[in-house]
T-cell receptor
Framework: GENVEQHPSTLSVQEGDSAVIKCTYSDSASNYFPWYKQELGKRPQLIIDIRSNVGEKKDQRIAVTLNKTAKHFSLHITETQPEDSAVYFCAASSDGGTSYGKLTFGQGTILTVHP | ETGVTQTPRHLVMGMTNKKSLKCEQHLGHNAMYWYKQSAKKPLELMFVYSLEERVENNSVPSRFSPECPNSSHLFLHLHTLQPEDSALYLC???????????FGPGTRLTVL
């Protein structure tokens, strides 16, 4: 089955700096890669996702890049703000085969943005 | 409340108890999921239902028994749990398999 590795496990930045979180996956059939943000005591919420037919997607201060050849994808947050502090999870799934529709999550990254 | 709801939000039970977790989605979705979230571990997929049929049982012990009576409701029946089963249990739904998943607020379960 799919295996997703996420790094770093913790990330501390100053307000205004950029933050980058990286994930690798093992199943070359995976073609859907969402990122979830989970604030303390709250439910995970989708912040951005990418499918394998594109290499990059951007939404305001958040961007995701995908390298299918290397089987890794990254979350980029620019101009970080204290409210960006949360746990971020990457995930991967495919739209076919035995992993169809089943998200495999990374271990999570605790991002802390210091004012 | 709109979206995905879960009850109860907190549950404390003994190892010999039987309890059930409930999830309801108000989004018209066809797929529903149970996840287990433990401290310092990734979200673990437990069960997947699509159009009320179970399509995945991710090697979950039989002391966890899911039930999906219709596409809007999902239950997780608990029986003779162990202390290591203490975790946050999250329900999610998606329009179909492979689409964006929307999570409920979770049930914080403590097994004494």
């Amino acid at each position: 089955g799919e295996n997703v590795e996420q790094h770093p496990s913790t990330l501390s930045v100053q307000e205004g700096d950029s933050a980058v979180i990286k994930c690798t996956y093992s199943d070359s059939a995976s073609n859907y890669f969402p990122w979830y943000k989970q604030e303390l005591g709250k439910r995970p919420q989708l912040i951005i996702d990418i499918r394998s037919n594109v290499g990059e997607k951007k939404d305001q201060r958040i961007a995701v890049t995908l390298n299918k050849t290397a089987k890794h994808f990254s979350l980029h947050i620019t101009e970080t703000q204290p409210e960006d502090s949360a746990v971020y999870f990457c995930a991967a799934s495919s739209d076919g085969g035995t992993s169809y529709g089943k998200l495999t999550f990374g271990q999570g990254t605790i991002l802390t943005v210091h004012p | 409340e709109t979206g995905v709801t879960q009850t109860p939000r907190h549950l404390v039970m003994g190892m010999t108890n039987k309890k059930s977790l409930k999830c309801e989605q108000h989004l018209g979705h066809n797929a529903m999921y149970w996840y287990k979230q433990s401290a310092k571990k990734p979200l673990e997929l437990m069960f997947v239902y699509s159009l009320e049929e179970r399509v995945e049982n991710n090697s979950v012990p039989s002391r966890f028994s899911p039930e999906c009576p219709n596409s809007s409701h999902l239950f997780l029946h608990l029986h003779t749990l162990q202390p290591e089963d203490s975790a946050l249990y999250l329900c999610a739904s998606s329009h179909d398999l492979g689409n964006e998943q929307f999570f409920g607020p979770g049930t914080r379960l403590t097994v004494l």
